[in-house]
């Protein structure tokens, strides 16, 4: 390999601290200047020193890792990994703490993808690849004796200590008020935030002794209904926000069609366990509240799926947003591949629409009370164009890139607030159905969302936030119900009470596990009548 320049090790080192700082940590010293243009007062040598922290520090973590034959490889992948965490903090407000980390791990291609566009290809070229390739191209120059080599670290790392040390001693209270005050700056330095989360996942998945599978409801009974079976289709939705609910106060129509279904009621104060994917859809269906919430105890054991099917229910789950985070693992699973149905996808994804095709069929297979559940692609960003055909392209000018920090507030609502018509669209086909079988069946739809999505409020975009710190468009989120008279009549539902509940009182995810148990009429020691929302307007 040629060799564009000579470098010894220890400045070597020093420059990549120095790159790392003001290039890959961009996002930090504007974050961190933008907490000082609110203070009222602050030192001209606290700002001015702030920089020369980070470097300090930076040298100071890097130089053990200054090892022959593996400084470049190792810092070559941390610059590029680097850009990549460096683009996504600057452009959409992203932390990368350990579920970030797990939410990364567990995207499929299709969804990686999405978040592939020209901007963000370039920013890597430029801040990630071309620094690595320019590292390959240096010939470090390591000193020809041991001792010298450790001894020419240990000072520089202790020059790193010195100078951290000085700057603390003239603005200590500086630096504590705005850490107490701004507790995230910590978890934002690139490279530290995603070695320490993704060191942290590994841990916890491939490194802790697997918990027992604890097996819930074996002592589940429930009542027969005496006229008809049930069917219930229970319906998971995908990024969608209450705040652009039409049924819940916002001024555009994004539930054009299910207004027009009649009988559905809308739970306005409703909040989800976590802000993605990987954390709600497992806590949501887990017998443990949303603050006890542990994800190996999820994974290994029943949720209120398994116990209902454990009752005689016939159960299927269809499958639209890429897997099911564990919870359909012991029940009947369609999974719709993107390379099924050329009309309804498109290669990589499908609409939701498509998750009506054959159920006609599907259902007439599963014999008695019949629950099926759908989990919908939704809104699922950035691409939020690619959720919804031409047909239903409402609002107007739309997004239509994956970039969407690059698009117009207008354009960007536009095109979310089409995906949520879209679903309502769905939700809408899917209660006709229900209609047309409450000959055969008393039937119900419950549909909930799993997390929310910012659209740049407070430089915030799409999801995932750690949740003490997730604006409320993360974490309120839709619930909607509608029932079949005749299930209204089996069940005693005084939809009165109900609607004003929905209207005035706050649930979340902790409720639908106790929630779906009681509309089953299933007894058993893990329901908590206390958690059942409907179990108050019950006659």
């Not at 919870?327 to 999974?335: D, F, G, K």
């Not at 029932?483 to 979340?508: R, V, W």
């Amino acid at each position: 390999m040629p060799v564009l320049f000579r470098m010894k090790v220890v400045p070597l080192i020093l420059l990549l601290a120095v790159v790392f700082a003001f290039l890959l940590n961009w996002p930090v010293l504007l974050h961190f200047y933008d907490i000082l243009t609110h203070l009222e007062r602050v030192k001209m040598g606290f700002v001015i020193s702030i920089p020369f922290v980070l470097v300090a520090a930076l040298n100071f973590v890097f130089m053990p890792f200054s090892i022959r034959y593996l400084l470049k490889p190792f810092f070559a992948l941390l610059l590029v990994t680097g850009s990549m965490v460096s683009y996504s903090t600057l452009k959409y407000k992203v932390m990368f703490d350990q579920s970030m980390i797990e939410n990364i791990i567990e995207t499929n291609p299709q969804e990686a993808h999405s978040y592939l566009n020209g901007s963000i290809i370039l920013w890597i070229l430029l801040t990630g690849v071309l620094p690595a390739i320019l590292l390959f191209l240096i010939k470090i120059e390591y000193p020809a004796k041991w001792y010298k080599g450790i001894a020419y670290r240990l000072l520089s790392m202790v020059a790193s200590l010195v100078l951290i040390a000085g700057i603390a001693a003239l603005y200590y209270q500086d630096y504590a008020s705005v850490g107490r005050n701004n507790s995230t700056l910590n978890k934002e330095i690139i490279p530290a935030n995603y070695v320490y989360s993704t060191a942290r996942y590994v841990q916890s998945a491939y490194f802790t002794t697997k918990e027992p599978f604890q097996s819930l409801g074996d002592d589940a009974k429930r009542v027969a209904n005496k006229e008809k079976p049930t069917l219930m289709f229970l319906v998971i939705g995908e990024t969608a926000r209450s705040q652009n609910f039409s049924m819940n106060g916002y001024s555009r129509d994004t539930n054009a069609f299910t207004s027009k279904s009649g009988g559905v009621i809308s739970f306005k104060d409703f909040h989800s366990c976590g802000t993605a994917t990987a954390v709600s859809v497992p806590c949501m269906f887990s017998d443990m509240n949303r603050t006890e919430y542990k994800e190996k105890k999820a994974y290994n054991s029943d949720n209120f799926l398994d116990i209902v099917q454990k009752t005689g229910v016939s159960l299927l789950w269809k499958e639209n947003d890429g897997g099911c985070k564990g919870v359909c693992s012991r029940i009947p699973t369609i999974e719709i591949k993107p390379t099924d149905n050329p009309k309804l996808c498109d290669g990589e994804t499908c609409y939701d629409d498509v998750m009506l095709e054959s159920l006609d069929d599907e259902v007439a297979k599963m014999a008695g009370d019949k629950l099926v559940a759908f989990h919908m692609i939704g809104s699922h960003g950035p691409t939020y164009y690619q959720r919804y055909p031409a047909e239903h392209r409402h609002f107007m000018p739309e997004c239509a890139r994956s970039d969407i920090e690059n698009c117009t507030q207008e354009q960007l609502v536009n095109t979310y607030d089409n995906t949520l018509r879209h679903t309502d669209y769905v939700l809408a086909q899917m209660i006709e159905k229900l209609k047309k079988y409450s000959d055969q069946y008393n039937t119900v739809l419950l549909y909930v969302s799993d997390h929310g999505e910012s659209l740049g409020e407070s430089g915030l975009y799409l999801h995932g936030t750690p949740y003490k710190l997730a604006p409320d468009q993360q974490t309120h989120i839709p619930m909607q119900v509608w029932m079949s008279p005749g299930f209204i009549a089996e069940k005693h539902i005084n939809i009165s009470c109900l609607q004003d509940n929905a209207a005035k009182k706050p649930y979340s995810h902790d409720n639908l596990f106790s929630s779906v148990l009681g509309l089953w009429d299933i007894s058993t020691s893990v329901y908590n009548p206390d958690s059942d929302l409907f179990r108050e307007c019950r006659g």
